[in-house]
């Protein structure tokens, strides 16, 4: 690419078409109205409570009745999905037939595991990039654990993740308490942590055991005569091909830990760790300033752990509850639509190996085995 043509590609405005803009579709708004160049062209949001709030975010844009429809307008360069779990299949596949488009959807990419089939299919014939959002990979402190593991540990022989959060919030006719609609809470949530674990260990996952269950939220909640069946705590342990394992601890009734995430990558050398805060407008104000993020290196020699903070621009910090992850996701998803990148950072390979890892996960709750990867993969 000529030094023109990049020039005129990094000013010209790329115009986004959204389908769903409940809570995470309104985050990723905000995130877009902080990179260069960009507009919302039109929405698609079937709940007029979330059309209105959308509204405050894209005031310019229209409002569309169906997919179909948004990509019937000829000035909508990309897509962003963040409609329900359920209707990523289904929207992925209205596109291809339509209009493909560069997309940036939403985690979990599917929700049912015979879909698994569908998104190979959709792979191999779809003609633009697919973008799949883990944002957890684009927290700085995560960011930086990544990239610095291999130097701080030798190579990482254990890897731990921990998440202590809130329950679910609230979502748009309650869909996010129902296994059927999101795939369980360990595709649902957990699919970000096995993502880590994949772009951390750089290998493929062979086997999973796992514990877990529903020890108290939504329980006393009924909805159409239906208590929530989605679980809220689980241990995970997954083996990989290299040999590596990796353990997942998931509480979702901790909203008072200090820390909502912690990571540690542990090899001969050394240790390296990133502490995440939760969403800073859940900190409470009693408290005072929010926690900061870290990353902490711990050498085994000579002994003595390095406390780095990794603070997040305030700006960005506001847009979302993902520590500025989105903000970091969009900027790379912008590159891949202007042709600054030649494939997605987050592969639709990538995001179905992150939901198959959930269904083994919940698999083996439910069986009470160890699950080997290859049931899911056949």
């Not at 000579?302 to 990794?310: A, T, Y």
């Amino acid at each position: 690419m000529s030094t023109q043509t990049l020039a005129r590609s990094e000013t010209r405005t790329i115009t986004y078409g959204i389908i769903g803009c409940g809570m995470m579709g309104q985050e990723h708004l905000r995130n877009i109205a902080l990179l260069d160049n960009t507009a919302i062209g039109a929405i698609f949001e079937p709940d007029a409570a979330m059309r209105e709030a959308a509204r405050r975010f894209a005031p310019t844009a229209r409002f569309v009745d169906s997919v179909e429809a948004l990509l019937d307008l000829d000035d909508i360069d990309c897509l962003l999905i963040a409609s329900p779990n359920y209707r990523h299949v289904e929207q992925l596949l209205a596109i291809a037939s339509r209009r493909p488009l560069p997309v940036l959807v939403e985690k979990p990419l599917f929700t049912d595991p015979e879909h698994a089939a569908v998104i190979e299919n959709f792979a191999a014939n779809y003609p633009a990039p697919v973008w799949v959002a883990m944002e957890y990979r684009y927290m700085p402190p995560v960011a930086k654990l990544l990239e610095e593991a291999e130097a701080a540990t030798g190579g990482i022989k254990m890897l731990t993740i921990r998440e202590h959060r809130f329950p679910f919030l609230p979502k748009v006719g309650e869909w996010n308490r129902f296994n059927r609609f999101t795939g369980g809470t360990f595709v649902e949530k957990c699919c970000h942590f096995f993502d880590l674990m994949r772009v951390a260990l750089k290998s493929n996952p062979v086997r999973v055991m796992a514990m877990g269950g529903q020890a108290g939220n939504h329980l006393d909640e009924t909805y159409g005569g239906e208590t929530p069946d989605i679980f809220d705590h689980g241990y995970v342990i997954v083996e990989f091909e290299s040999g590596v394992r990796a353990m997942l601890e998931l509480c979702m009734f901790a909203e008072g830990s200090r820390y909502q995430e912690e990571i540690s990558a542990v090899g001969p050398t050394g240790k390296i760790e990133a502490l995440v805060p939760g969403p800073g407008r859940f900190w409470p104000e009693h408290l005072g300033e929010a926690p900061v993020p870290q990353v902490i290196v711990s050498p085994r020699m000579p002994k003595g752990p390095e406390i780095r903070e990794i603070p997040v621009d305030p700006t960005i910090l506001e847009a979302g509850d993902h520590n500025g992850s989105t903000f970091y996701q969009h900027r790379g998803f912008l590159e891949l639509v202007r042709g600054q990148r030649s494939a997605p950072e987050v592969s639709l390979q990538d995001g179905k190996w992150a939901v198959l890892m959930g269904f083994a996960a919940q698999r083996s709750m439910l069986e009470h085995r160890a699950v080997e990867m290859s049931e899911l993969l056949d």
